[in-house]
């Protein structure tokens, strides 16, 4: 069981925005980075932000992010079919004695 | 470019260890950073196992930490996995990836391996 929850899926039509929502506590996301990572259907997930809000090269800025007390939010703007995919929030958890990195319980972007 | 690739046997029993490797190249694991292994069960989400410094510094994820062994072996710019006494619940697509520890984020990871707990 995360402890990063996550909406199970979101949709829109093509060229329209998304926004999800990753909600923690003080002792994750309140405290530390949020990153976000893109699966693609049968790959590797791919890190699309780092830093709450810092895109790697060759990350479009069609994606975003931001923070805010113990909530992340991923946002894609201009939605294309190639979007398509599961994403996940993930950051340091420190409730128990030792630290851990958790991922989030993970979004399916579906474009209509 | 980072790139990292993972290896090791596809089946392993109940009970046994599994085994993988991930070898790097165009990167030196020596010039920093954290190498990590995260896993994927089929049809469900990611769990971070652990990482490890080039140095042997390492963090385990409490949960697999009695059953998990990381290593690195610089000389041939590589890290590997051991878990201990394996079941299905075991069975996963287990990644590789390079891992930043400052603000904790995993940039490059290798394309997976699936590995299932089968007699």
């Known amino acids: 069981q995360s402890v990063l929850t996550q909406p199970p899926s979101v949709s829109a039509a093509p060229g329209q925005k998304v926004t999800i929502s990753c909600s923690g506590s003080s002792s994750n996301i309140g405290n530390n980075y949020v990153s976000w990572y893109q699966q693609l259907p049968g790959t590797a997930p791919k890190l699309l932000i780092y830093?709450?809000?810092k895109r790697p090269s060759g990350i479009p800025d069609r994606f975003s992010g931001s923070k805010s007390g113990t909530s992340a939010t991923l946002g894609i703007t201009g939605l294309q079919t190639g979007d398509e995919a599961d994403y996940y929030c993930g950051t340091w958890d420190s409730s128990l004695s030792a630290g851990r990195y958790v991922f989030g319980t993970g979004t399916k972007v579906t474009v209509l | 470019q980072v790139q990292l690739q993972e290896s090791g046997p596809g089946l392993v029993k109940p009970s046994e260890t599994l085994s993988l490797t991930c070898a790097v190249s165009?990167?030196?694991?020596?010039?920093?950073?954290?190498w990590g292994w995260i896993r994927q069960p089929p049809g469900k989400g990611l769990e971070w196992i652990g990482s490890i410094y080039h140095s042997g510094s390492t963090y385990y994820n409490p949960s697999l930490k009695s059953r998990v062994t990381i290593s690195v072996d610089t000389s041939k710019n590589q890290f590997s996995l051991k878990l201990s006494s394996v079941t299905a619940a075991d069975t996963a697509v287990y990644y590789c990836a390079r891992c930043s520890m400052t603000t904790v984020n995993f940039d490059y990871w290798g394309q997976g391996t699936l590995v299932t707990v089968s007699s």
């Open positions: 165009g990167y030196s694991i020596s010039s920093g950073y954290y």
């Open positions: 830093d709450n809000n």
